[in-house]
């Protein structure tokens, strides 16, 4: 089983700075088959990115997903208010990481 | 419109049952990969179960042998039965729907399980 190391645990930033999130996975991951999720609370999570760097629908163009193999980044170019939330990865159809909360500093 | 609607949560003592459903619209879910996903009070998201759409059953290791994912095609239906609850399995559990072999697009609103004495 590919167990996903999500870093740092919290990042605390301001309204307009730039956040990177990361996830490292134990053995390779197939490009395609890595997501990225965003948690607000008493909310069901959205799918913000699939396929690794592929917007879903509706989501802004400040988020942006990047990576490979083991490493993988979610980046938030200029945070806005409605960005504050957890944010997790996930192999498709399988495990998550433990997730990254963004905090206003 | 594309939605998921789960039901059934509440509180259950220890060792026993619970059939959680979700009833889906706006798409077919014999069509789709749908999944449960549970989050513990205060903690992250953890796959629980999937269906294929070509019927294949797959499970967590924490819940393999106890929970039973269906489906009821003529009800667009998805059901968790979950047999020898334990403490550990209070969770909010989501339903989630995948084209395939692909990300959870579209989730439900959640159903509360609380297992407790």
């Known amino acids: 089983e590919i167990v996903l190391t999500q870093s740092p645990g919290t990042l605390s930033l301001s309204p307009g700075e730039r956040a990177t999130l990361s996830c490292r996975a134990s053995?390779?991951?197939?490009?395609?088959?890595l997501a990225w999720y965003q948690q607000k609370p008493g909310q069901a999570p959205r799918l913000l990115i699939y396929?690794?760097?592929s917007r879903a629908t509706g989501i802004p163009d400040r988020f942006s997903g990047s990576g490979s193999g083991t490493d993988f980044t979610l980046t938030i170019s200029r945070l806005e208010p409605e960005d504050f939330a957890v944010y997790y990865c996930?192999?498709?159809?399988?495990?998550f990481g433990g997730g990254t909360k963004v905090e206003i500093k | 419109e594309v939605q998921l609607v789960e039901s059934g949560g509440g509180l259950v003592q220890p060792g026993g049952s619970l059939r959680l459903s979700c009833a889906a619209s706006?798409?077919?879910?014999?069509?789709?990969?749908m999944s449960w996903v549970r989050q513990a009070p205060g903690k992250g998201l953890e796959w629980v179960s999937v269906?294929?759409?070509?019927?294949?059953?797959y499970y967590a290791d924490s819940v393999k042998g106890r929970f039973t994912i269906s489906r009821d095609n003529s009800k667009n239906t998805l059901y968790l039965q979950m047999n020898s609850l334990r403490a550990e399995d209070t969770a909010v559990y989501y339903c989630?729907?995948?084209?395939?072999?692909?990300?959870?697009?579209?989730w439900g609103q959640g159903t509360m399980v609380t297992v407790s004495s």
């Open positions: 706006g798409f077919t879910v014999s069509s789709n990969y």
């Open positions: 053995q390779s991951v197939s490009s395609s088959y």
């Open positions: 996930q192999q498709y159809g399988s495990s």
């Open positions: 269906i294929y759409s070509g019927g294949s059953t």
């Open positions: 989630a729907s995948s084209s395939g072999p692909d990300a959870f697009d579209i």
């Open positions: 396929g690794a760097s």
